[in-house]
């Protein structure tokens, strides 16, 4: 089922990892995962052998006594009428449970990361308190699912107790009325106790396998939420090399009704830099999560070397591309293999040139293992210019034809980000690029820089044909440089 789980999560679309918290999908990998394995590996068997016994011991008593057997299965309509009152309400509890579960666990990995914000603001007794509201919280509804839990198994005992009463009264005036055999009363009475010890241990049973309801409910929603759309039947395995870009009357949004891009019109020559500018909001990261098809646009259409990303196989679409963001990210292994990760078939010799070329190699070497230095919890152990410029090598040994930077230096230091732009620029030699930055120093030589404004292309150009223009451009740089 996990195998299953994180299969599923791979073809998911990025959307989905945005709308879901990662401590809770986390949750649902590990407390949901075992709650079904739990009921799986201790209820199966006790399952198998409960209803065994139940069906040998009501054959039992049918033959010694049908009347009494009837009379045994007198309260079975009230058992089945409080089992399911109980349930109703165990398995909204035990639901409300493995959610809070889910929301502990994100609360925890969020505060986890955060603790350097944390710690500088000294908000441990606010985050210590906001933690034991969830706490609680989580306390409260396990509580409530452990007393209606609890419940069934006492319930059932008192209802197998009356059971136990009307057979005693019933056996009583068959011996005198029918005389019926005093023997044979108590073996009916002994089959009869035994008979509600197997529906005793179903009912706890079933008391184990709603928490794995609750758990199967929250995995199977995951697994019922819409992967990445097929591609097209007609769609091709691109291969181009020049990276032309054009982007015809493009609107998009996240949501109904709040419109991200409007209009946009682009069109980029291949081998060029074309710089994205604007304020927060204006749709620039937007335009580079259509180009992976991260996300599908409304409407419109976007080409690549004249054929639409729709008619590109998603695979082979992406594998044209790399992208740098604002966030680095290193998997747990070594630096070699972290740069290995934008090409797996990439030699070490490769490896090494595509540090050469993004200007990496030098810090590389002076680290303690060189390329075999083993990185964990996202390269702790290297600075943030270090982290990034291994991102950028791992985007130069896919040897993209189309670049995307996406805020690449902005938590730079000013000599960490004039060593990654001179990586960057080496990387960009001969490729469609397309750079986000707020540091206009740094996209003055982009062969094109294209304004927005709430969705919309206000103003399109190089550096200085922007001053000249003294528009939205220029108030920009006046602000940066003025």
Request: aromatic share 8%; hydrophobic share 40%.
């Amino acid at each position: 089922m996990r195998t299953d789980l994180f299969t599923k999560m791979e073809a998911l679309p990025i959307s989905c990892f945005d709308q879901h918290p990662y401590g809770d999908t986390m949750s649902r990998y590990t407390n949901d995962v075992d709650r079904i394995s739990e009921a799986l590996t201790d209820s199966l068997s006790d399952l198998f052998t409960s209803a065994l016994t139940l069906v040998g011991i009501f054959c039992l008593m049918i033959f010694i006594s049908p009347i009494l057997t009837l009379v045994a299965l007198i309260t079975v309509p009230l058992m089945m009428l409080t089992a399911r009152r109980i349930v109703k309400k165990n398995s909204r509890y035990f639901r409300a449970q493995q959610e809070s579960i889910g929301e502990l666990n994100r609360y925890v990995e969020e505060m986890i990361s955060g603790q350097k914000v944390i710690k500088i603001f000294g908000r441990e007794q606010k985050i210590e308190e906001d933690f034991e509201i969830r706490n609680l919280d989580l306390r409260y509804k396990s509580l409530k699912a452990q007393f209606y839990s609890g419940m069934m198994m006492p319930v059932m005992q008192n209802l197998n107790t009356l059971t136990y009463v009307f057979i005693t009264i019933a056996g009583g005036l068959l011996a005198l009325y029918r005389g019926f055999d005093i023997g044979g009363l108590a073996t009916f009475l002994q089959y009869s106790r035994q008979f509600g010890r197997p529906i005793n241990e179903l009912a706890g049973i079933y008391n184990t396998l709603q928490a794995a309801l609750a758990g199967a409910e929250r995995i199977f929603q995951l697994m019922d939420e819409e992967p990445e759309p097929a591609d097209a039947p007609d769609a091709v395995a691109l291969n181009c090399m020049e990276g032309e870009v054009s982007m015809k009357h493009v609107y998009f949004s996240y949501e109904p009704g709040k419109q991200i891009l409007k209009d946009i019109n682009l069109s980029i020559p291949a081998g060029k830099k074309i710089a994205l500018v604007g304020t927060t909001r204006a749709g620039k990261t937007t335009i580079l999560n259509m180009l992976p098809r991260f996300y599908d646009i409304e409407s419109g259409d976007i080409t690549i070397c004249h054929h639409s990303l729709y008619q590109i196989k998603r695979k082979n679409l992406r594998e044209m591309m790399a992208i740098v963001l604002q966030d680095t990210h290193l998997f747990t292994g070594t630096v070699r293999e972290n740069i290995r990760f934008g090409r797996l078939e990439a030699t070490d010799e490769e490896v090494i040139a595509a540090a050469k070329l993004t200007a990496a190699h030098s810090f590389i070497r002076r680290l303690k293992n060189g390329y075999d230095t083993m990185l964990e919890n996202d390269g702790e152990n290297l600075s943030q210019g270090q982290r990034q410029l291994l991102n950028i090598v791992r985007a130069a040994i896919a040897d993209p034809t189309i670049l995307l930077l996406d805020e690449a230096t902005s938590n730079i230091d000013t000599r960490s980000e004039l060593l990654i732009q001179k990586g960057l620029d080496r990387l960009m030699e001969g490729r469609t690029s397309f750079v986000i930055a707020h540091r206009l120093s740094t996209i003055m030589n982009a062969d094109q820089i294209v304004v927005l404004e709430y969705g919309r292309v206000i103003e399109q150009g190089t550096h200085q044909e922007l001053l000249e223009l003294k528009g939205k451009y220029y108030s920009l740089y006046q602000e940066q440089f003025g």
